[in-house]
């Protein structure tokens, strides 16, 4: 069965702070995705990666950062997190295919305070 | 430029009332659409995508979803709700020729009366 693990549910963080999130899939998907949802606005793509060390800017990078080193994990870093960065975070991952399907991990909603 | 719209944020209907959600796309050529349900807390789960073919997609959970290239649209329907399908609707686009990148539009809550 496909499988998207994130490594926090709920986070709470303090200004400043330097945040890590982390994305595991088994599915040996080349693509992996981070997005931030925010009520009225969907999905927004913040950073996609579509092999080991690649990674490409999404709609919103701006004060985040993103690793991969690995096929199955791809981490988001937010380097100093601020107040306007609390949202809920999903992580998805796909084969490297036109159409491919998504696969979602159950999301991390973040507070920062 | 690529672009989904969902022209409604909230919409309510009673259980064993029929459904439709209506989802518009801006592209060039034809596109691949999804559709996505995200129950409360969780991630987002495929109901049905359209790929090629027959404009009458069949999803899971009696979902289904029709492609009109007249229109630009993917409008998912579903003939009798459930209250279990009280959850928010997200439509989706990726371009042909693309590396599985998707555009979402904006969602859909949906509540179910009992």
């Known amino acids: 069965d496909v499988k998207v693990t994130q490594s926090s549910r709920y986070l709470v963080k303090r200004t400043g702070e330097k945040v890590f999130l982390e994305c595991v899939q088994d599915m040996d998907h080349e693509n992996m995705f981070w997005y931030r949802q925010d009520p009225g606005l969907g999905l927004r793509l913040i950073y996609f990666?579509?092999?080991?060390?690649?990674?490409e800017k999404g709609d919103i990078p701006e004060g985040y950062s993103v690793s991969r080193e690995k096929k199955e994990r791809f981490s988001l870093i937010l380097e100093s997190a601020s107040t306007n960065q609390t949202s809920m975070y999903l992580c998805?991952?796909?084969?490297?295919?036109?159409?491919?399907?998504?696969?979602f991990g159950p999301g991390t909603r973040l507070l920062v305070l | 430029a690529q672009s989904v719209t969902q022209p409604d944020i909230h919409i309510t209907v009673s259980e064993g009332a029929s459904l439709e959600l209506r989802c518009n796309y801006s592209?060039?050529?034809?596109?691949?659409l999804f559709w996505y349900v995200q129950s409360p807390g969780q991630g987002l789960q495929l109901l049905l995508k359209y790929f090629s073919g027959d404009t009458l997609v069949q999803g899971i959970k009696g979902f289904e979803a029709e492609f009109k290239r007249s229109q630009s649209s993917f409008n998912l329907r579903k003939p009798s709700v459930h209250w279990s399908d009280a959850a928010e609707y997200f439509c989706a686009v990726g371009a042909r020729g693309n590396t599985g990148k998707l555009i979402f539009g904006q969602g859909t809550t949906l509540q179910v009366k009992p």
């Open positions: 592209y060039g050529a034809t596109p691949y």
């Open positions: 998805a991952s796909s084969l490297i295919r036109e159409g491919e399907t998504q696969y």
């Open positions: 990666s579509y092999d080991v060390k690649m990674k």
